[in-house]
């Protein structure tokens, strides 16, 4: 078994590094305070390559491994949670889905366009109704000749308002759950689409997060994703990929507050000494230490899955449960270790406690990953 990296991986650590640490880090207070970050930092990651680093080369691509790709999540997260998101949406939850499911057709026109950030992506499956519940879909999508006609509405959809391009989830005989699903890759400059920003979450502030609305817009047959009925298996296998970002992106938090906390203990004063030679804290120090590694550990294990070309069903989601929950315990302990300056978004620890906040909650809550596992475990389904 070999641990290290391989000679790309290493560089691509050390170039997103350096452009997350010099172009993102020092501003990621600020673009919470202002609740957005420019866009044109989107064309910057793109020209550099970032935005589509599992997806090859011919569409526009990188043309690497899942790990590198991790190592981007990790390295853009320990930055800022809501520049990662924008990226694991456009590269795992879009671009995938359309390398995976698109024809040859869709996969050049879109493909070239979002790996170099001309174009931006969401992935719209959750509704009011339909978190997760993912196929209780109430967006009805109607056959007209050879046409349909979308109307219904999505919501927490990242991306939402700058989007370019949408994933779009329906329902094409309703009540028939899995069974009528279908997904439809639709650009969003149309009549029909509308969608609005969503305003007051706990964090990932700077993350554009959007409803979309779908009143009587026509669609045509050839921007349908999938066949009628495969809809639900195009958004699992979407999620497949999309969380093995919010797990890497989670090992980047963990990882900020580690650092962040080191940095403070050896730094701060108390009783005439500093606060790290205190065994108190130094138990803090090395709980998030041993947790941060275990997380990355379980991210390049579903990384090496998926480069086998195995399903990662089971990986990723071990990997997304595990990463999301000391992502939390990570923030919250560098809040304590920075005591009443923990509380104050002065320091890293607060932003990325909220910021972590969401990651137990989207692209399957913690208890959602934890039915996979048991389902995988007992063979038997909690979901029916
Ligand atoms: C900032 C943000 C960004 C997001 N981005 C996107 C996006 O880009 N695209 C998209 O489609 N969605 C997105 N989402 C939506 C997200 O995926 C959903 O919020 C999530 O799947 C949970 O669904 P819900 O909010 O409806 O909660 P619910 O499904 O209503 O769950 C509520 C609670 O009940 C629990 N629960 C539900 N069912 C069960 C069960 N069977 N057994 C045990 N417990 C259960 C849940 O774990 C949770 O604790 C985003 C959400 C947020 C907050």
């Known amino acids: 078994m070999d641990f290290s990296l391989t000679e790309e991986q290493k560089a691509v650590q050390e170039t997103v590094r350096a452009f997350s640490r010099e172009k993102i880090m020092p501003h990621a207070r600020d673009w919470d305070v202002q609740g957005s970050f420019p866009r044109e930092l989107i064309r910057e990651m793109g020209e550099l390559g970032f935005l589509g680093v599992p997806i090859p080369e011919a569409y526009g691509g990188s043309g690497m491994d899942y790990v590198a790709e991790a190592i981007v999540f990790e390295e853009v997260g320990y930055a800022d949670s809501s520049v990662r998101t924008t990226l694991s949406v456009q590269m795992s939850l879009v671009e995938l889905t359309i390398l995976a499911w698109g024809t040859e057709e869709q996969k050049q026109y879109f493909l070239p366009k979002l790996c170099s950030g001309e174009w931006i992506g969401c992935f719209g ?18 056959k ?31 009540g028939s759950r899995h069974r009528g699903m279908v997904a439809f890759l639709i650009e969003t400059d149309r009549p029909g689409f509308e969608a609005r920003t969503m305003h007051g979450k706990l964090g990932l502030r700077a993350s554009n997060t959007g409803e979309l609305f779908f009143t009587d817009m026509r669609v045509k047959d050839s921007e349908r994703l999938c066949e009628i009925g495969e809809g ?31 940095a403070y203990a050896q730094e701060r004063e108390t009783f005439d000494k500093p606060i790290a030679n205190y065994q108190l804290v130094q138990a803090l120090l090395a709980d998030m230490h041993v947790e941060t590694e275990a997380a990355r550990m379980l991210v390049y294990k579903a990384a090496w899955v998926k480069n086998q070309g195995d399903k990662s069903t089971i990986p990723v989601s071990v990997a997304k449960y595990y990463s999301s929950e000391v992502a939390k315990r990570a923030a919250d302990m560098a809040i304590q270790i920075h005591g009443g300056y923990g509380y104050s978004n002065e320091y890293a620890p607060e932003r990325l406690w909220r910021d972590g906040r969401v990651a137990s909650l989207y692209e399957g809550t913690s208890q959602i990953q934890q039915l996979i596992i048991g389902r995988h475990l007992t063979g038997v389904s909690a979901f029916e």
Do not use: Y
Request: hydrophobic content about 45%; proline content about 2%; some cysteine.
């Open 144 to 174: 007209e000749g050879d046409e349909w006609v979308l109307n219904g509405q999505k919501v927490w959809i990242s991306n939402g308002e700058w989007a370019d391009v949408a994933i779009v989830f329906a329902q094409t005989e309703p």
């Open 125 to 142: 499956l959750t509704e009011p109704e339909a978190g997760s519940d993912a196929s209780n879909q109430q967006t009805v999508a109607r």
């Open 232 to 262: 639900f298996k195009v958004a699992m296998s979407a999620l497949d990929n999309g969380r093995m970002g919010v797990a890497s992106g989670c090992v980047g938090i963990a990882q900020h507050a580690l650092d962040a906390s080191v």
